[in-house]
Every structure is written in structure tokens, then in C-alpha cells.
Nanobody, 123 residues
Framework: QVQLVESGGGLVQPGGSLRLSCTAS????????IGWFRQAPGKEREGVSC???????YYADSVKGRFTIRRDNVKNTVYLQMNTLKPEDTAVYYC?????????????????WGQGTQVTVSS
């Protein structure tokens, strides 16, 4: 069974930064496409960013220029660096493994969800 674990969330002021981490047990992350999604209270889960097995990346329009996804294959970890955070970025953030090919954030293309890490952006 694939298991993903998110960490790095917390409380940050508007304009601040956080780095989220996603680690996996029992498999090597660099073989797979890994996505970050988020869900705020009362809202649907939405895609944030994805890194493909070839290293290419894509982002939601709402975070382009502020968030960066990257891999550290030595540590078997995928990171989401979040800069210039806004209150509307407040959500639970999840990492997930993509189970079929897609060029967007179609939820059905992703699986093996982690338990999430809370990000709160507030003064």
C-alpha cells in the first residue's frame, strides 16, 4: 500500500513563506508524477501544482509566480515552496500520486492521498 505523508504547514502572516514536504514509504517518488492539492472549509478540493516524472511542472493560475514545486530524489521528497502567501491560500494541503496521464488537475487522475497539513495565512 502506497503511503504519502505531508508536513510543514503552520500559521504565517500575509506575504510570508512556508515550505511543505511530501514523503513516501515503500516506493521511490521520482518514478511518479506527484501533485499538491488544497481544500478550504466549504470549498471543493482544487489542484495547486504537479511535478511529472520527467521533472516538468505545472501550476494553478492562482499560485503561478508565487509557488514552486521541486524534487529531492536523495531524500525521496517532493517540496512545495510557497512565497508571498495570501489569506486566500488558507487550506489543508495534500500531496497525491497521479495514477493516469493528464495535463490538468482532474481529481480522478490522482490517488494515494496523504492526510494533509494545515496552512493558515492571517495577521
Amino acid at each position: 500500500q502506497v503511503q504519502l505523508v505531508e508536513s510543514g504547514g503552520g500559521l504565517v502572516q500575509p506575504g510570508g513563506s512556508l515550505r511543505l514536504s511530501c514523503t513516501a514509504s515503500e516506493f521511490t517518488l521520482d518514478y511518479y508524477a506527484i501533485g499538491w492539492f488544497r481544500q478550504a472549509p466549504g470549498k471543493e478540493r482544487e489542484g495547486v501544482s504537479c511535478i511529472n516524472s520527467d521533472g516538468s511542472t505545472y501550476y494553478a493560475d492562482s499560485v503561478k509566480g508565487r509557488f514552486t514545486i521541486r524534487r529531492d530524489n536523495v531524500k525521496n521528497t517532493v517540496y512545495l515552496q510557497m512565497n508571498t502567501l495570501k489569506p486566500e491560500d488558507t487550506a489543508v494541503y495534500y500531496c497525491t500520486l497521479r495514477t493516469r496521464a493528464t495535463m490538468n488537475f482532474e481529481i480522478s487522475a490522482f490517488g494515494a492521498w496523504g492526510q494533509g497539513t494545515q496552512v493558515t495565512v492571517s495577521s
